[in-house]
């Protein structure tokens, strides 16, 4: 006889995904206009249209939705990582997708709030283990795009003497403090861009 509670028992858990996403999404949206430390949990019940017993079932306080903000982040930066990989093309494009993929939430985190800063040392300081993996995937994507150029021929690393994993980490190390440094995203990309032509410039034969 066919279970017929069964689609009623996913129906709630489907609900509950849509309503965490936007719990998310209203959270980013407060941490952008008033900072970390100025938006209250309530504040957050309110904005998603919920009382502060109904989102307790979702997250126990406000800590707990930075965490889930910083982690959707880092799970979106290993997708756009993915996506690097599979696009074919030269060095330099996919050295600035990687870039535009680290960079592009802390982005919105900069340059659209004016607590910018405050947002990003508050996900340094709730470092999770998606932050190290999402990390790990930028810096492995980058040593592995580099070492690919160098054995198809379009670079060559023997050059300057220098391994893939090192030649990585020190274009990763310059990304990171455009992200923390630049005024805009603008000048950011524009800064990267040319790092990027000046690195794989440097190892061309």
Do not use: W
Not at 8 to 14: F, G, I, M, T
Not at 22 to 49: C, K, M, N, P, W
Not at 56 to 82: M, P, Q, T
Not at 120 to 126: F, Y
């Amino acid at each position: 006889m066919p279970d017929e509670k069964k689609p009623l028992a996913q129906k709630p858990n489907r609900l509950g995904a849509v309503q965490r996403s936007a719990i998310l999404d209203e959270a980013f949206a407060l941490f952008a206009r008033q900072g970390y430390r100025r938006t209250s949990f309530g504040d957050i019940a309110t904005a998603v249209g919920l009382s502060r017993p109904a989102i307790y079932h979702y997250f126990k306080n406000k800590e707990e939705v930075f965490r889930a903000v910083g982690d959707r982040i880092n799970k979106d930066i290993s997708l756009a990582i993915d996506r690097t990989l599979k696009c074919p093309g030269p060095l330099e494009e996919r050295l600035m997708a990687i870039f535009e993929a680290r960079a592009g939430r802390d982005y919105a985190l900069l340059y659209v709030s004016p607590f910018g800063r405050e947002l990003l040392d508050e996900k340094q300081r709730m470092t999770t283990g998606d932050a190290a993996s999402a990390s790990n995937r930028v810096r492995d994507t980058a040593t592995q795009l580099i070492a690919d150029a160098h054995a198809s021929g379009e670079i060559d690393l023997d050059k300057q003497g220098v391994k893939p994993e090192k030649a990585a980490r020190l274009l990763l190390t310059f990304f990171e403090g455009l992200v923390r440094t630049e005024p805009s995203e603008e000048r950011a990309s524009a800064a990267a861009q040319a790092m990027v032509q000046i690195f794989v410039a440097g190892l061309l034969h």
